[in-house]
């Protein structure tokens, strides 16, 4: 077999009770299947007795998880021997447990969650987001959020019954987390947006500030204000003067609210904003929401919003367009220019990153440049290439095209012998 294991399959050459945590797994967050009689590498080694193992799997998922996941078991003839399929499907009785423990992919292992995603596991199992629930506080005002809407709806005046409407003000009588979150203030200590303005390398902090403790609205606002502090700036042309962005100024709006839609609030992590001379790096805690893979993220076919509340709010007030085009919206900021940006995914945070679009603005040095000039002759190259095109040796070669990747011009494809570099 050449399949590799992954976040939703796992190989097992043989069985024993190691397995019922990832039926667990799979039970609380996504589908996924386990192949008895296979290897580690993939290898199809086979099972002895099949049909009695898959009889004994059955029972013993039946026997040990609560409640009862849906699972289907068949047996099937690989390389000429027996292999047992175990496909298990997401639940919608969340938690799933195994022995009084609650379990998680994490890549390719399986490890116990933590209490936060535990309560995250059962507000999901009775169908109620986080940002559903009743907030700390009930003495909340609203003059940020009635601002905003003046100017994007028309409404001159919040009431009661527009709150309701917006489900920040539950039918029960209670506003909720989402509320509070939109509030003017809010005492919970929610973590907000902290922004660090770096000089020439991460040792030297030009300027710093931490937002929190208020509305969304004005903590988006209050971002965007450092934003053009920094990356806006005007060049006189004849009798003209003519704004310039050095990063555009629409991508770093959606990679913004894209962070605040989209991120994990109940966890004391900040929406971290790192501003360098080069580039911008945008890191939102929380990783993908269930049900969506990186490639429907990447690609923006595909919306899963973990925080709907939050997230129809800012579609009404304009600040985020149709759902899930946030990713398509950024790219094609960066359409005509020479750096793309680029989108780190891993399992509890999001990176953005938004480099400078001019290229005097990133400073290539010539031997950056030289090595630039030759993917416009061909677009994608090996390390051997270069070498022979330039006269570089092995080692300053690798240091201009690790370069060229951090700065989001290249990016590397391939490994061992085979790595080549092709332009973004």
């Known amino acids: 077999m050449e399949t590799k294991e992954s976040y939703n399959l796992e190989f097992k050459e043989s069985v024993t009770k190691t397995f019922l945590k990832t039926v667990c797994a799979y039970a609380n967050y996504n589908d996924g299947t386990i192949l008895f009689g296979v290897d580690d590498n993939g290898n199809v080694v086979g099972v002895k007795n099949a049909q009695e193992e898959a009889s004994r799997i059955e029972n013993m998922i039946n026997d040990s998880l609560a409640p009862v996941p ?45 209490r936060f995603e535990l309560r ?38 919040i009431s009661l019954d527009i709150l309701k409407t917006l489900n920040l003000f539950h039918k029960d009588g209670y506003f909720t987390i989402a509320g509070e979150l939109l509030a003017d203030k809010n005492e919970r200590v929610f973590s907000g947006i902290d922004i660090v303005k770096f000089g020439q390398d991460i040792n030297k902090i030009l300027y710093r500030e931490t937002i929190s403790k208020a509305s969304l609205l004005t903590q988006y606002q209050r971002a965007l204000e450092i934003f053009e502090q ?17 990063i555009p100024k629409e991508a770093f709006r959606e990679a913004l609210a894209n962070a605040m839609v989209h991120r994990v609030w109940d966890i004391n992590s900040y929406i971290q904003i790192a501003m360098f001379e080069d580039r911008i790096e945008i890191n939102s805690p929380g990783g993908l929401p269930d049900g969506i893979t990186e490639a429907e993220y990447l690609l923006g076919n595909i919306s899963v919003l973990r925080n709907p509340i939050i997230a129809g709010i800012f579609n009404r007030l304009h600040i985020i367009e149709k759902f899930g085009t946030g990713i398509a919206r950024i790219n094609k900021e960066y359409r005509s220019c020479m750096a793309k940006p ?83």
Do not use: C
């Open 342 to 424: 680029a989108f780190h995914i891993s399992e509890n945070r999001i990176r953005i990153v938004l480099p400078v679009m001019e290229m005097d603005k990133l400073e290539l040095s010539d031997d950056e440049q030289l090595v630039y000039s030759l993917f416009k002759e061909g677009p994608e190259r090996s390390r051997r290439d270069i070498d022979t095109a330039t006269g570089f040796d092995k080692a300053k070669t690798i240091r201009i095209l690790n370069n060229l990747v951090r700065k989001n011009i290249l990016r590397k494809e391939g490994g061992g012998i085979a790595v080549t570099y092709k332009l973004r």
């Open 120 to 157: 995250r596991l059962a507000l999901e199992g009775i169908n109620i987001d986080y940002e559903s629930r009743k907030a700390s506080s009930q003495n909340l005002s609203f003059n940020v959020l009635e601002s905003w809407l003046k100017e994007a709806a028309g409404i001159k005046k």
């Open 230 to 246: 920094y990356y806006l700036y005007e060049e006189i042309q004849g009798y003209e003067r003519i704004q310039k962005e050095l």
């Open 70 to 114: 849906d699972f289907k078991i068949q047996v099937k003839e690989k390389e000429g021997a027996q292999v047992i399929h175990v496909t298990v499907k997401k639940g919608k009785d969340m938690p799933y447990a195994y022995q009084g423990k609650i379990y998680r992919r994490a890549d390719t292992s399986t490890v116990e969650v933590d």
